[in-house]
């Protein structure tokens, strides 16, 4: 079984930065990709990036693009997140696959942690 644990989550200023985490354990096998997604009460969870986990392939949702940057090494999935605005408020899960589908999709994922809260005030 796949475990992944976020951290690095918390309470920030809008402008200001938060690094996540997400260490993959558990049984191996092939890694697809990576990626970050975040979700609001009532809301459905959006994709914010991912990442190939081989070629290194990064892609970003529109709102973020610019502001944060997805990373890995070895099993660690990271999002660096700048100039954080009160509207990326949510509660951000890490998800992994060993699939080829569109990396942006929720149903791409088999494996997901559980969460870590990031609160921007204004």
């Known amino acids: 079984q796949v475990q992944l644990v976020e951290s690095g989550g918390g309470l920030v200023q809008a402008g200001g930065s938060l690094r996540l985490s997400c260490a993959a354990s558990g049984r191996s096998f092939s890694t697809n990709a990576m990626g970050w997604f975040r979700q609001a009460p009532g809301k459905e969870r959006e994709f914010v990036a991912a990442i190939s986990w081989s070629g290194g392939r990064v892609y970003y949702a529109n709102s973020v693009k610019g502001r944060f940057t997805i990373s890995n090494a070895k099993t660690t999935v990271y999002l660096q997140m700048n100039s954080l605005k009160p509207e990326d408020t949510d509660v951000y899960y890490c998800?992994?696959?060993?699939?080829?589908?569109?990396?942006?999709?929720?149903?791409?994922?088999?494996?997901w942690g559980q969460g870590t809260k990031v609160t921007v005030s204004s």
């Open positions: 998800a992994r696959t060993n699939s080829d589908r569109d990396p942006s999709r929720v149903y791409t994922y088999e494996y």
